[in-house]
């Protein structure tokens, strides 16, 4: 059964950095490209970010590049986002997910980032 | 990369049917066959509904079907019931290389 547990969520101030984690279970996870998906309270889906299994390639939504690094450790079965330069847009439930046929097919229950003064 | 146009809301009574659409340009939906469905309910997280256009993934019932037409991609729920009732998002490959979504559609069973 795939598996994946995001972590690292929680309160920051603007301007401020936060690294989010997600543990993957149940899949060949470094043959597996990854996603983060962002969604605000009450809102809809916002992708973020995707990294090839080899980490190589990534890409990232406009709204982030320069900011948000995407990066895996797959002796650990682990992707991260390392998010810089908070702003309160950026606040809400951050996703992990697993890439299949173009979609996102496996997804994780999220961790709340919260960026306030 | 401006999110693809769904309706905010559709509506119709146990064993009807629902048609979702999901409109976006040529540098995404129209461009590829690879857009997908997800459904949400309240304080869940998205479930993968259809991908690439018209495929469900195992475990989907079939009464959820999908299809495109130019830079209009639609989902359909077939007899509908009432656990189908959630939030659906569309989701597209983009000529970028990144995914864009749906604003999402709220699905309610009269």
């Known amino acids: 059964e795939v598996q994946l547990v995001e972590s690292g969520g929680g309160l920051v101030q603007p301007g401020g950095s936060l690294r989010l984690s997600c543990v993957a279970s149940?899949?060949?996870?470094?043959?597996?490209?990854m996603h983060w998906v962002r969604q605000g309270q009450g809102k809809g889906l916002v992708w973020v970010s995707r990294?090839?299994?080899?980490?190589?390639?990534?890409t990232y939504a406009d709204s982030v590049k320069g900011r948000f690094t995407i990066s895996r450790d797959n002796a650990k079965n682990t992707l991260y986002l390392q998010m810089n330069s908070l702003r309160a847009e950026d606040t809400g439930v951050y996703y992990c997910?697993?890439?299949?046929?173009?979609?996102?097919?496996?997804w994780g229950q999220g961790t709340l980032v919260t960026v306030s003064s | 990369q401006s999110a693809l146009t769904q309706p905010p809301s559709v509506s119709a009574s146990p064993g009807q049917s629902v048609t979702i659409s999901c409109t976006g340009t040529?540098?995404?939906?129209?461009?590829?066959?690879?857009v997908s469905w997800y459904q949400q309910p309240p304080g869940t997280a998205p479930k993968l509904m259809i991908y690439?256009?018209?495929n469900r993934p195992s475990g989907v019932p079939d009464r959820f079907s999908g299809s495109k037409s130019g830079n209009t991609a639609f989902l359909t729920i077939s007899g509908l019931q009432a656990e189908d009732e959630a939030d659906y998002y569309c989701?597209?490959?983009?000529?970028?290389?990144?995914?864009?979504f749906g604003g999402g559609t709220k699905v309610t069973v009269l």
């Open positions: 690439e256009v018209s």
């Open positions: 040529s540098s995404d939906v129209g461009g590829y066959n690879r």
């Open positions: 149940g899949f060949t996870f470094s043959n597996s490209w």
């Open positions: 997910a697993t890439d299949g046929g173009y979609s996102l097919y496996h």
């Open positions: 990294i090839y299994g080899d980490g190589r390639d990534t």
């Open positions: 989701g597209s490959f983009t000529s970028s290389n990144t995914r864009v």
